[in-house]
């Protein structure tokens, strides 16, 4: 049973391999960026703090900025 749960735990993939996915796929990145920014104005226009909070998603907007210019 534990080698089992060794190498089940082997196939996830954390949020740094999905951001080294994007990365590498700008067509897909920017497909999540149009969705998350229709998605999350609300949230963004009145709880700045909350999406300030989150970490990846931090990181994924840097990326995409870098991607785009």
């Not at 196939?11 to 990145?29: H, V, Y």
């Not at 969705?35 to 970490?55: L, M």
């Amino acid at each position: 049973m534990e080698d089992f749960y060794i190498n089940e735990r082997k196939k996830l993939k954390t949020e740094r391999d999905i951001l080294s996915f994007m990365k590498q796929n700008r067509d897909i990145a920017f497909a999540f960026k149009n969705k998350f920014d229709k998605d999350y104005v609300h949230i963004k226009q009145h709880r700045p703090d909350i999406v300030a909070s989150w970490k990846y998603y931090q990181e994924f907007e840097k990326m995409c900025e870098e991607l785009d210019g």
